[in-house]
């Protein structure tokens, strides 16, 4: 498994769903777990331990409310925490600065309030700096997108 996906509730998956989206488009071997900071903390370590037995290359860490999992998750590992804010409370605000604000040394890559595709991507991204077969399929990935949007857009604009 490259890549594991992890959030504190049942009804954060609808949102985390962007993420296992992009890694599938890009074939990407990915496990996802229900673990919460506060109300497991002993099982989320033990998890980490066996990611990182298994040499899992990144973790994807959803959190709303207190959102502490991704920097709990970032100060108890070494491989590289993506955060997704979940819209919870305050309109995700809250969460987006919780995981933002990570004090120096221990960082958490952040990506926008529900957007766990991007999360995804940018797991997508550092992984594509290791395994050349990724990185040829964001490199296509990437030209059929921009090749997509001239086309849809050289039509022009009616406003």
Do not use: W
Not at 50 to 57: D, R
Not at 66 to 71: E, I, R, S, T
Not at 148 to 159: A, M, Q, S, T
């Amino acid at each position: 498994m490259k890549v594991a996906i992890i959030f504190g509730s049942r009804s954060d998956s609808e949102v985390m769903k962007g993420a296992a989206k992009a890694l599938r488009e890009f074939n990407i071997e990915f496990e996802a777990f229900i673990l919460s900071a506060h109300r497991v903390p002993e099982q989320l370590e033990k998890t980490l331990i066996k990611l990182e037995n298994e040499n899992c290359e990144c973790v994807i860490a959803g959190a709303g409310l207190a959102a502490h999992l991704p920097g709990v998750i970032a100060s108890k590992t070494i491989i590289p925490v993506v955060g997704v804010p979940i819209n919870a409370a305050l309109n995700g605000l809250d969460a987006l600065l919780s995981i933002v604000q990570m004090p120096k040394s221990i960082p958490v890559a952040t990506v926008g309030i529900n957007n766990s595709y991007n999360a995804g991507m940018l797991a997508v991204e550092m992984l594509s700096l290791k395994y050349p077969e990724i990185r040829k399929k964001l490199i296509e990935y990437r030209e059929t997108m921009k090749k997509n949007f001239i086309e849809e857009n050289e039509k022009g604009v009616d406003l």
